[in-house]
């Protein structure tokens, strides 16, 4: 999965925001940074180019994706971590980034806490959570092709996960209660370019935890093939292009 997440999302959907929010990053001048859920490091080498006297130390809570990232971007230090049980000290990172992974806590306001735990005063929480799924041209086409290929079943995995968390009040609420003090929030609408609209349908499938959701409803070249047909059908044959919704936060510890 690393390999296949590496190779056709994360140039289209994940490398655009990776370069804003390191920049980001950058302007708050961290010495000690602390990355959550880097998967493969995508943010990590942008973090590494964008502040290069920051230590920059990177987790995930999959092995597979710290072994991958590792070696994709070795100017970091790289650990396995749950991102609601830090095994770090309390104080110990002056700024703490997040790309697209806090949806994924399964308890937001214990990670939170967790984070501000590891925050020395006056540090900076940063991070971004993606918008409604109709708002992100890539993921609404592959939901698309799910829905098509299993109509009586579809994969929910996109919309209940990725962009279910997409109410900023929510996530602001959420920060409160975890004890930050929300000191930015924004929407962003960046463009992803694919090579085709394949290899997005492609990417999910054998890179993301959506083929899990299709293998297990017997999904094979069959349903392969109308995922595929869909996806194109909605953004179009050869290079495709397509706009991405997602939200940013700065919370203040």
């Not at 925001?17 to 990355?35: G, H, I, Q, W």
């Not at 502040?51 to 920059?56: F, I, N, R």
């Not at 971590?81 to 770090?88: G, H, I, K, M, W």
């Not at 995922?227 to 194109?232: D, G």
């Amino acid at each position: 999965m690393p390999e296949a997440y590496e190779r056709y999302l994360v140039p289209v959907l994940f490398r655009p925001f990776a370069v804003d929010l390191a920049a980001r990053a950058a302007a708050l001048r961290p010495r000690r940074v602390l990355e959550l859920a880097a998967g493969t490091g995508a943010l990590t080498s942008e973090l590494l180019a964008a502040a290069p006297s920051a230590e920059v130390t990177a987790t995930d809570l999959n092995d597979a994706m710290v072994g991958f990232g590792s070696s994709r971007a070795p100017g970091a230090v790289w650990r396995q971590a749950d991102a609601q049980r830090l095994p770090f000290p309390d104080g110990g990172f002056d700024l703490v980034v997040c790309q697209f992974g806090v949806m994924f806590f399964p308890d937001r306001v214990a990670a939170f806490t967790d984070v501000r735990r590891v925050l020395a005063p006056g540090g900076r929480f940063l991070f971004s959570t993606w918008g409604p799924i109709a708002a992100h041209a890539f993921d609404a086409a592959v939901q698309a092709g799910l829905e098509r290929a299993f109509p009586d079943d579809p994969p929910r995995f996109l919309p209940a996960v990725p962009h279910g968390y997409a109410d900023p009040a929510a996530v602001a609420a959420d920060l409160t209660a975890a004890g930050f003090t929300v000191e930015e929030q924004y929407e962003l609408t960046l463009e992803g370019r694919a090579a085709s609209a394949a290899d997005v349908a492609t990417g999910f499938l054998t890179g993301s935890p959506v083929r899990a959701a299709f293998e297990e409803r017997g999904g094979g070249a069959a349903e392969r093939s109308v995922v595929i047909a869909e996806t194109t059908a909605r953004l179009g044959p050869g290079p495709v292009t397509g706009p991405m919704t997602a939200y940013v936060f700065t919370g203040a510890a």
